[in-house]
């Protein structure tokens, strides 16, 4: 699991103290990510009593690669434990609160990067008040403006960016349709990544010192050999996706996938 800071809310998903929210809470359409059609706020017929579900070991085969990849990044746990003090119901309050906290979670961990840059001082200081927010009651959670967060937190992003690239800026491919591309010859270096869509891509072997990941799709890129330790506002759930290997170099603050080859 990736790195928590001691004393905030969790980066991290426990889905042990949590009540499956994310296989009740989201809608899933057929795909190539989901096998099946499910509306918003009904059970996953894979769930279990105990929250548990059932094809855990079978996911990717059972054609549910996209739970695999899933993060609340602690936000479960945030609503169950902290804003429902516990409770061992699920409930439709917790479900809102659910889709608050979830993008809250997911600024704050990116903050915990951009806290280490440049944009160090201001990075703390919108952490601090982002775990200000996700600590308050379910009542007050319905009120907050989470785009407003993102947009802030956008703007700081774009400043470590921009700090991270001065003077040697890479080719802008932001939101570019890289589905599929032998990216091997590219030079990423320093690259603006940010939602681009890089599902199946060939990444082996390149570096992406410096490059913006922020958002980028990279379910199923096969990052075998690349370099990924210096990339820019990767998250774990991107890394997952990914298809990395021993060789694959990955940020110090995310961990290894388990299920990457050997
Ligand atoms: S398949 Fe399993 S992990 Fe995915 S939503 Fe259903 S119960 Fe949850």
Same mark, same amino acid.
């Given at each position: 699991m990736g790195t928590s800071i001691t004393g905030? +809310?969790?980066? #991290? *998903?426990d889905c042990s103290r949590c009540l499956a929210l994310c296989c009740v809470v989201p809608a899933f359409a057929a795909s190539a990510d989901f096998a099946i059609d499910k509306p918003a706020h009904t059970p996953c017929p894979h769930l279990g009593a105990d929250h548990a579900c059932r094809i855990h070991d079978r996911l990717r085969e059972r054609g549910f690669p996209g739970c695999v990849v899933f993060d609340c990044f602690g936000a479960g746990q945030q609503v169950v434990q902290v804003t429902f003090g516990g409770s061992a119901r699920r409930t439709s309050a917790m479900f809102a609160a659910l889709d608050v906290l979830r993008p809250l979670h997911e600024v704050l961990a990116l903050l915990d990067e951009a806290a280490r840059s440049s944009a160090g001082h201001d990075a703390r200081d919108l952490r601090a008040r982002v775990e200000e927010m996700v600590a308050r009651d379910a009542e007050a959670l319905a009120d907050l403006d989470v785009g407003a967060v993102r947009r802030e937190a956008g703007a700081l992003f774009d400043e470590l960016v921009a700090v991270a690239h001065a003077g040697a800026p890479g080719p802008d491919l932001r939101g570019v349709d890289l589905v599929g591309a032998d990216l091997r010859r590219r030079d990423l270096r320093a690259a603006r990544l940010r939602g681009a869509l890089l599902v199946g891509a060939d990444l082996r072997g390149v570096d992406l010192d410096r490059a913006e990941l922020l958002g +980028? &799709? !990279?379910?199923? *890129? &096969?990052?075998?050999? +690349?370099? !990924? #330790?210096? *990339? !820019?506002?990767?998250t774990a759930p991107q890394l997952t996706a990914a298809r990395g290997d021993a060789t694959t170099t990955v940020p110090a603050h995310l961990d290894r996938p388990t299920h990457w080859f050997p």
């Open positions: 905030s +809310a969790p980066r #991290a *998903a +980028a &799709d !990279l379910r199923g *890129a &096969d990052v075998r050999g +690349a370099r !990924l #330790a210096g *990339a !820019l506002l990767l």
